[in-house]
């Protein structure tokens, strides 16, 4: 038996399908008549006050909402905290973003950590990711023929200028 070819619907297809069950009210015919399978209609039944009622464009396929939750509750006070810290030109590491968890968010850290393995590892391959997700590079320093007092100055010379192309 070949496989079946799987159908996809929008969200306006599947309102005016269900409206056009309320007429006919026999599942297993309305079923075939459309072309639907029958486990796919139970599901739409089942969350039918939320398609109907659902003010999302009729043309997406889904409600929305079913990525995966982020493991850290408080993503934006860490994200708040990590661009405060590269804003003060300081040196962003793993181990200052646990140690604002362990300050701020120890009972969280304390859950978080109890049921690994390794909850340190784990810890810090949580940071890591979150920083490599929102674009956070690790920053090397680098080897400069000029002084300190020179950069300072050609800093503060150049904080006000921006690039032509920049407004």
Known sequence: ?????????????????LASFDELCLRSKFCKLQGIART??????????????????????????????????FNNKLLGFMKDVRRQEHILTSVHMIMFMK??????????????????????????????????SQRVPCFTNSSAVEMVLLRTENRGETHPGMH
């Open 1 to 17: 038996m070949p496989p079946r070819s799987q159908s996809s619907y929008s969200i306006d297809e599947k309102r005016k399908l």
């Open 103 to 136: 300050t701020c968010h120890a009972k969280w850290l304390a859950g978080y950590t109890s049921g690994k393995r390794d909850g340190y590892k784990s810890l810090l391959k949580l940071c890591q990711d979150l920083a490599r997700r929102h674009r956070f």
């Open 40 to 73: 796919t209609w139970i599901s739409w039944l089942k969350y039918r006050l939320q398609l109907v009622a659902n003010p999302r464009n009729g043309k997406r396929k889904t409600l929305g909402g079913q990525g995966t939750k982020g493991a850290i509750p």
